[in-house]
């Protein structure tokens, strides 16, 4: 049996979400563009790790009249020169969330992107310990011949530093806090993020990087005593906010009961998993929204021997 709280429930077809939260891309946008389409949220947020193909703004062109675009970085968006202007020299390069907090659909959207390195700064040592405070303290120590483009080396502007950090943990309140590091429940997660979630008094922090669908209640990886929910949000993926408690978005239950008998233990990781008949949407998302009868006649053909 599937549990239906592990699935992220979405609002009906015919409802608009306010945000939609998409996972790490990785340079497919396919999901992302089929989503807006399919829900036409009031903006969306993309949690780091991008590495557009092309300028971000015209990987996106499709879809940009028709919601507003957010993002933080990730830690890849550093990998190459190609990684870096695609994002940072795109048309929407304002749109970076990290380091401040931006009214997004009316809520207060604090954004934290990159991740620790623990040559900058490592967040379970005191700030004080920090190798160097900000971009531009490792800037100053560096000779003019190791910066990259006059600046710090090119991978580092993917890096934490305390300064931004502790500029965003000042700058609250906020409602949402979306990272592209996990929060503590996650094995791989930091302390820190909570620490910066519950200075800003968010109710809801959201994260990439993991390639991971979590919902932390759910899966008993934090109580509801915990002062905000988390998620994670996993490539080809989205969570959409609000959050419908009730989970009356999320596909039926003799959907899940059939994904369950066709795959067995597989059966969520396949609902979890962006499909390309499903225009790059995962058959629990595409399901949620309406299209539960394709979900099912693929569910069908693969369970009579065919391939989908
Ligand atoms: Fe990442």
Redesign the pocket.
């Known amino acids: 049996m599937v549990s239906q709280k592990q699935l992220f429930p979405l609002p009906p077809a015919s409802a608009s979400p306010e945000i939609l939260i998409f996972g ?1 891309p990785h340079g497919d946008f396919a999901p992302a563009i089929a989503a807006v389409e399919r829900f036409r949220p009031l903006a969306i947020v993309l949690l ?2 991008i590495q557009a193909r092309q300028p971000l703004h015209i990987e996106l062109q499709p879809i940009l009249a028709l919601t507003e675009v957010w993002f933080i970085h ?3 968006d550093t990998d190459s020169d190609t990684d870096y202007d695609n994002l940072w020299g795109s048309e929407l390069a304002d749109r970076n969330l990290h380091g401040r907090i931006v009214e997004i659909a009316g809520y207060k959207v604090a954004g934290l992107g990159g ?1 620790f390195r623990s040559k900058i700064w490592d967040p379970r040592q005191p700030v004080k310990e920090a190798a160097f405070v900000s971009a531009d303290a490792l800037r100053r120590s560096m000779r003019r011949e190791e910066r990259w483009r006059d600046g710090i080396a090119r991978r580092h502007r993917s890096t934490i530093f305390p300064d931004d950090f502790q500029q965003l943990l000042r700058s609250g309140p906020a409602n949402i806090l979306v990272t ?1 590091e996990a929060p503590a429940a996650h094995p791989y997660g930091w302390r820190a993020i909570d620490e910066l979630a519950e200075t800003l008094g968010v109710q809801l922090v959201v994260h ?2 993991h390639h991971q669908n979590i919902d932390y209640l759910a899966e008993g990886m934090q109580t509801a005593a915990a002062p905000f929910r988390a998620f994670g949000v996993d490539m080809g993926s989205h969570l959409a906010w609000p959050w419908d408690e009730t989970g009356m978005g999320s596909p039926p239950q003799d959907l899940l009961n059939l994904a369950a008998q066709v795959f067995g233990v597989e059966a969520q990781a396949w609902l979890n998993k962006p499909h390309e008949l499903l225009d790059g949407q995962t058959p629990a998302a595409f399901a949620a929204g309406g299209g539960s009868e394709k979900v099912r006649s693929m569910l069908n053909a693969i369970q009579h021997g065919g391939v989908a």
């Open positions: 790490d780091g790790d990730g830690n890849h991740i592209h990439g990087h």
